[in-house]
């Protein structure tokens, strides 16, 4: 198997897409520099409410959000500690306001990944 995954679900208010598209770009960048072998993020196309779990559901969307789902490769686990170590001490961090992302952090969720199988 080739390649290590860390992926990310967030939710992002529509009227602040925009926004967050500019600042997912440069975060992208940013990994991509330090080592990321890709870097993926897409918005929620077709992704309906489930009766027991679903992407809506699993970060509490509300009426006025809309589901992005990411995600960057990496040669391995180590190459993805590594590279993620060397992006957050990036200076781009230095001048970005934590406080107000485009994003509600508090219901995002994220996490590595072993490929285990590849067709």
């Not at 208010?13 to 072998?37: F, R």
Request: aromatic fraction near 12%.
């Amino acid at each position: 198997m080739s390649n290590y995954v860390t992926s990310f679900v967030v939710p992002v208010p529509k009227k602040k897409l925009k926004a967050y598209q500019a600042m997912a770009k440069k975060m992208g960048k940013v990994w991509m520099k330090h080592g990321a072998l890709s870097y993926t993020e897409c918005v929620a196309d077709d992704v309906e409410p489930g009766e027991v779990t679903s992407f809506p559901q699993s970060v509490k969307l509300k009426k006025d959000e809309v589901v992005v789902f990411a995600w960057a490769t990496y040669k391995s686990r180590a190459h993805r500690d590594k590279v993620t170590k060397a992006a957050m001490s990036d200076p781009i961090f230095d001048d970005m306001d934590m406080e107000n992302m485009p994003f509600d952090g508090m219901r995002m969720f994220w996490g590595g990944f072993k490929p285990f199988l590849e067709l």
